[in-house]
């Protein structure tokens, strides 16, 4: 299996008429980031840009701008917290990087090899604050109920996923309760916030909220197929990181699966090997990849992501037609699809 | 000059009469810390365990106690408000070990030496949304900006001091900024949320925030004397952390002014040579608490602490006496002398 790449999507890609629709907010968005990343510290505004400048997709701050308007909301507030949205994914990104001892992200040297990892960690403690301030400041205590749960469910996630590290016996189940909360959890809330602040009711809010719970277990599973079968310029990050770190993703999990099931004792010495004893050399990664395929494993994967897509589209089921439910639901195709 | 030691304080001594008066209330503060800190994840516990459990001196959180009593307040929050400033102080200070790569912590052995680095890390950020999820619970939107507004202040003096760490030509006014930030704006801010409980008003508000703030600087000051002048049991923490890092305080300032003033190049050169050129050997710890011996730094820096003591409590001026005014003038006392 290849997955295919497409490094400029054209315009009439499904994240592309989301972005097109949302021009003008995410414009407002960026003002914020940019003004609130600031500080008299010059090492702060300096790794923030780093980060936070490179871009990325802004996909969580998407999803709070896109339930926004899916609700009506006629106010203000949905800036910040689409803004606050993405000072927590970025100091979980910098955090993360130093944990996982990252080379690359977002296409760019990762902040903690050009100013080390005390920096990362400590501006990361400040993004997150920044984060805090931003939601304070939209005086809405339920929006900062769903956003600081989510906070801790994500640390959570991600220590859960330190400690099952080079565990090649994790099951389907912990692995998917550890991407439910180190990633599903932020794009749940990023979702759930919108219909808070516009005061749409339980119902609406539930279904945005299992949207973006949904769409962040598809945007894991997809991503951790690319670590095997994408190419670095489409990740933004260093194909084979997952392999390298001894981290278990649902590939391998399946392709480990098979092996048992068959006893195909090469293959299950070859998992064990390079996970749980963590000792690898050169040409294990591509083994690795030539075993997943052999055994569909990327497929697979990618098809767990297109269930999750489907039930996500589904819960938009209660919304009337609309330009932004039609967004909402190419954002879905798009993160199924998702490899620029 | 000599800094004493008292292991145990006698029964009659300042902290002890706060902490006789806020027995029951730091029991509350505790239950809830214990479990809060709770998580399926068992490291997160575990760790949480090793330094909370480890104790301290909960000065933190009993300011925010002792506050709450000095404003006649009659709810509940404060014991929520209390456990998330100590849950707030504790990622601060997992990360300042990784960051500083301590060995000592509370007298224990350092988290990041035992668990990795990565723990420490992730724990901490867990510890930090714990603590919003407390303030999310009282419900009151001026706390929360406080504590926040705080924690980012805490990052920013964080990333300056490292930012300055082996420049040995830091002046007083920086290193004044960076404890202000790093150490006393934590102290301001749990001593400030309380009157916002009780609804005390502006003056009283700004009369604890102050009384936080000067306690917390000279909290520092007594800090960076001991470093270099205490005992490691009284301490909790190993004697030469500072110097050994590079880490410019104002004892170093001090004796670096004079040396300058006096032209004095053997003692220029050794400066420059440990902390800027960051070489150092066996012997230069005894070297450096010699010079600043004297040059009167350690005095002169706990005459600093005694200055902001005394301020710190002419701000509590505006409050009638009662046995709570007693406390805290006492903890401020305690501050001073603190040895244990």
Chains 1, 2 share one sequence.
């Not at 299992?210 to 990050?237: N, S, T």
Request: charged share 20%; net charge neutral.
């Amino acid at each position: 299996m290849t997955i295919k790449t497409k490094t400029k999507p054209s315009t009439s890609s499904p994240i592309e008429h989301l972005l097109a629709l949302a021009t003008d907010d995410m414009a407002q968005v960026d003002a914020i980031i940019l003004e609130r990343m600031q500080s008299p510290v010059g090492m702060i505004p300096d790794l923030a840009e780093h980060l936070v400048g490179a871009g990325g997709k802004r996909l969580r701050p998407l999803l709070t701008i896109a339930s926004a308007h899916l609700c009506g909301y006629q106010g203000e507030h949905h800036y910040k917290l689409a803004a606050a949205v993405e000072f927590i994914h970025s100091a979980t990104l910098l955090h993360d990087d130093v944990v996982d001892r990252s080379a690359k992200r977002r296409g760019k040297k990762a902040a903690n090899l050009i100013w080390g990892n005390a920096p990362s960690i400590l501006v990361g403690d400040f993004l997150f604050a920044r984060a805090f301030n931003l939601m304070v400041e939209t005086g809405s205590l339920v929006a900062l109920g769903i956003l600081s749960a989510a906070s801790s469910v994500i640390a959570e996630g991600e220590v859960q996923q330190l400690a099952g590290l080079r565990d090649v016996e994790m099951t389907k189940e912990v692995y998917m309760q550890v991407i439910g909360a180190k990633t599903a959890a932020l794009f749940a809330a990023a979702a759930e916030v919108s219909p808070v602040l516009a005061g749409s009711g339980s119902q609406k809010q539930a279904a945005l909220k299992a949207y973006g719970q949904e769409l962040g277990l598809a945007f894991q599973l997809v991503d951790d197929a690319l670590d095997y079968g994408g190419f670095e310029a489409a990740l933004g990050k260093s194909v084979g990181d997952d392999f390298r770190e001894g981290k278990m993703t649902l590939p391998v999990i399946i392709a480990y699966a098979n092996a048992k099931r068959k006893s195909d004792k090469p293959a299950l010495g070859f998992w064990q090997r390079v996970i749980s004893d963590h000792k690898q050399s050169s040409g294990d990664l591509e083994t690795a990849t030539d075993l997943l395929k052999q055994e569909n494993a990327l497929e697979a994967t990618l098809g767990a992501a297109r269930i999750h897509i489907k039930t996500a589209k589904l819960s938009l089921g209660i919304f009337p037609d609309s330009q932004w439910k039609t967004a909402l639901i190419r954002l879905a195709d798009f993160v199924a699809e998702r490899v620029s």
